[in-house]
């Protein structure tokens, strides 16, 4: 007699068993990690912005002095003649002794003082920045000896921390670059509107400055160094790194030597950035004799550090493109080099594109193969225009950014920052202008 079969017990769909349990408890954990590790991303992103804005959103603002300034002729040109070669013999000293007279008459007719405050204190709220640049408005033009302008001049660093917050009374006690009466000054003057914070353009077009003169220190030069290193990397990094891709991706036969230069590029790009710093050091400076802190210099250690990267994008997007685009263009007619160039590289051309400004961006925040070609110098002057300009001392946002942050006084700290938001805006603008050239070239097959 055959055995009765054994029932299997009846399961409802309905019903969720033990493994589906389990399975669905551990999709929801896995979803759970994920959000949260996006919300702690979010959150570490905001936490960093938050912590720049609110310390470098004060760069772009400066306290001024704002007074009637004589030009005293006495001082500034003894011998009355507005000749300009005869008007250099009087120094920055001079100058200084004009300012301090116009404030303090400025301040007399006001009826402006505190108890205690000696004049040279009075004199001493003034930048040392102020009569330099007062000197090369004068030397511009001889004839304003003699008169009398409404002068707009830069208070010094801890004014202009006091009207920010960043100086307090308490803690000018225990700093010798300023006094309790200073400040107590500065109120009154500020009241008075004589002490106003303005819009500091200077900021942005104006070089670096000294120690000393922190309130004049400006991103000018970094600006322009910036600006000629990507355009010299763009000309030399895109017609190289894409001709390459194309020979390699298209052309070049797959051997051995073909299979050794692929995986050369591929460690290229992930060698430390440093590494190229010490080969340009070698190479460029050593070897070449090209100036040390130049553009061109720092231009050509960043090719090298992005072409790689340019490479590696360029023959993902070449690769991305499907088989029978060419296949079709081969079987009509057209030659190798037809199909590649109206084919192939017009639907590539978005991931170009995007690879390239991307690496582009990569590099315009480099900064360690920088500071070992000597682009951390402090560089008062302007670069001059290309093609000269580019063999000119310059540095890099980066770079200056490194520079301020290693500054003992505060105000470089600010201006660190107010720095770190510029280099933000231009990668901000560089990825944003990727996405549209993407979508601008963008095919559909």
Known sequence: MAAPATSRPKSSLMAQTALVKRRNASEARFKAYGIAAIVLSLATLTFMLFTIFRDGISAFYQTKLTFPLELTADILDPDGNRNRAEMTKVTTLGY??????????????????????????????????????????????????????????????RIDGFLKGRVTMETAQRDSNVSVEQLQLAEKLRDAGILQVVFNWDFITKPDASDQRPEAAGLGVAIIGSAYMMLLVLITCVPVGVAASIYLEEFAPKNVWTDAIEVNISNLAAVPSIVFGILGLAIFINFAGLPNSSSIVGALVLSLMTLPTIIIATRSSIKAVPPSIRDAALGIGASKMQTVFHHVLPLAMPGILTGTILGLASALGETAPLLLIGMVAFVGNYPGAPISGLMDPATALPVQVYGWAQRADPAFIERSSGAIIILLIFLVVMNVLAILLRRRFERRW
Do not use: F, W, Y
Request: proline fraction near 2%.
């Open 96 to 157: 200084n002794k004009v300012l301090a007279a116009s404030l303090k008459a400025e301040l007399a007719k006001d009826g402006i003082a505190v108890d205690g405050q000696s004049e040279k204190e009075v004199s001493d709220m003034i930048s040392k920045n102020a009569a330099g640049s007062l000197r090369a408005m004068v030397l511009a033009n001889p004839e304003l000896v003699g008169t009398t302008i409404d002068a707009q001049v830069l208070a010094t660093g």
